[in-house]
């Protein structure tokens, strides 16, 4: 199995932007998709943004307009634009790639995340 190294996380101003950096050790080519989960304080692990090889992307509401995933075969690498961030976007954020966009299962164990912190 290979493993997920997030980064890119940091503390921003609501308002402010970061962009968050997902490396895969194995090619990501040969999974459906690949996506980013957040997990706030005290609450489950959630889908926040999935993009499948083909393009077709897939947003919670909440991030719909603001946040933006890209993905960069070449580097097995995926990306996620967060702009306009409020302090509820404060989560651990991470990477993984689910069996298909949208399923909550997933191939690979979680990686340590990276921290996002929004003050208001």
């Known amino acids: 199995q290979g493993q997920l190294v997030e980064s890119g996380g940091g503390l921003v101003q609501a308002g402010g932007s970061l962009r968050l950096s997902c490396v895969v050790t194995r090619s990501i080519n040969r999974f459906p998709a690949i996506a980013w989960y957040r997990q706030g304080p005290g609450q489950h692990r959630e889908l926040v943004a999935g993009?499948?090889?083909?393009?077709?992307?897939d947003y919670d509401d909440s991030v719909k307009g603001r946040f933006t995933i890209s993905r960069d075969t070449a580097k097995n690498a995926a990306y996620l634009q967060m702009n306009n961030l409020k302090p509820e976007d404060t989560a651990v954020y991470y990477c993984n790639l689910p069996v298909a966009l949208g399923s909550p299962r997933v191939y690979f164990s979680w990686g340590q995340g990276t921290q996002v912190t929004v003050s208001s």
């Open positions: 993009i499948t090889n083909g393009g077709d992307t």
